[in-house]
């Protein structure tokens, strides 16, 4: 997998780029604020369809038009392909429109063309954070890997809406005497359906990451055993799903559901979130990364781009060079820094290095 040819059209503050990264490590260098983190961003959203990062799509438009476009080109396999996302601003918001190879697709029909493993700041409290980063750690994985899931999470997010919705209405008594109960069982029929696809991949994902996660963690942290468990709804989700109706009537919203599943982090038998020290989170949070990267190659066939954003600087020796170990074993690398100090002088030496100042990106050298 690789990256051949990105172009960016007034996306943030690139007005205009082209780029041809290497197909080995590219270290891209400069200060804070100057376009480092937007660069990795879109090269995220051609295998994610829509930003890692961004709460409204309208936030990746730049100053320059209405508009904004990403284009690349993509190896995989033996076949190259085009990729190509472009939004439009229709009033407060911005419409989305993607093509592969010349023809329109639906957002969820981008993944799975492009892959990538995406290692942001933000990632280091993983295991400290609250169950929403560890929900969207399986989603961002599995959207690229697992047939229809990308279908199923906007699925889910209907089915919550509208049940949801009509929770708030039937509990007011809005309608009368026409909106019964029985208004909702089409939606709890979905969720059961849907939620049960979902819950099914994210569980098997989890037993192919735990492995591989402490494989990593072990050979980082020597003498710690990492083990991640998936807590998921009740294994009788139509059953779970009609017992919390009253419950749900009451609050007005879905109790149950993959939308409040959690992956526990557990160091020698005690829960990382509460017992761990920060070193010892950041490094389960590496060997997570890590063993992400491996079920994606695994899966796919061909190992992702690795995307690494300004994290080495906050690793400390150990688990800067367990992660430096992974970059420097082949693939297509993107990372950025503020400065190359966190580098060996090897992997500059045989890097593609690049400077980024105010949305223009330069070679170094």
């Not at 419409?95 to 995406?118: K, M, Q, S, W, Y």
């Not at 942001?120 to 599995?142: A, I, S, T």
Request: glycine share 10%; charged share 30%.
């Amino acid at each position: 997998m690789r990256l051949r040819r990105l172009r960016l059209r007034n996306h943030r503050n690139y007005a205009q780029l082209e780029l041809s990264p290497g197909p080995g490590v590219n270290v891209f260098i400069g200060p804070n604020g100057q376009g480092k983190t937007n660069l990795l961003e879109a090269v995220a959203m051609l295998a994610l369809s829509s930003s890692p990062r961004a709460r409204r799509e309208l936030e990746l438009v730049g100053p320059a038009g209405p508009a904004s476009r990403i284009e690349a080109e993509v190896e995989t396999g033996e076949s190259t392909r085009e990729l190509v996302i472009t939004l439009n601003v229709e009033g407060e918001r911005a419409h989305r429109t993607i093509e592969v190879d010349g023809a329109r697709r639906r957002a969820f029909d981008l993944p799975g063309n492009f892959r990538v493993t995406l290692f942001w700041p933000d990632d280091l409290g993983l295991v400290k954070g609250g169950p929403e980063g560890r929900r969207r750690f399986l989603n961002q994985m599995l959207v690229q890997v697992e047939p229809g899931y990308a279908r199923a999470l906007g699925g889910l997010r209907r089915v919550l809406e509208q049940r949801n919705s009509l929770l708030k209405r039937i509990a007011s008594g809005e309608g009368g005497q026409n909106m019964g109960q029985d208004m909702l069982d089409p939606w709890n029929h979905e969720l059961v359906r849907i939620g049960s696809e979902i819950v099914d991949a994210r569980a098997k994902a989890v037993r192919e990451l735990e492995p591989e996660a402490a494989r990593c963690h072990t050979r980082i942290a020597a003498g710690e055993r990492l083990e991640i468990r998936y807590e998921g709804p009740p294994e009788n989700l139509a059953e779970a799903v009609n017992n919390s109706l009253a419950e749900d009537l009451r609050r007005g919203t879905t109790s149950i559901g993959p939308h409040r599943d959690d992956i526990r982090v557990v160091l020698d038998g005690k829960e990382a979130r509460a017992y761990a020290s920060q070193g010892q989170q950041r490094t389960a949070v590496v060997s997570l990364k890590l063993a992400e990267a491996a079920l994606i190659e695994r899966r796919a066939g061909e190992r992702p781009v690795l995307l690494l954003d300004d994290v080495l600087s906050e690793l400390d020796g150990e688990r800067r060079a367990a992660l430096l170990e992974e970059v420097g074993d082949g693939g297509q690398v993107i990372v950025t820094s503020v400065e190359a100090g966190p580098f060996p002088p090897d992997l500059i030496a045989r890097a593609m290095v690049w400077t980024v100042n105010d949305g223009r990106i330069e070679p170094c050298g």
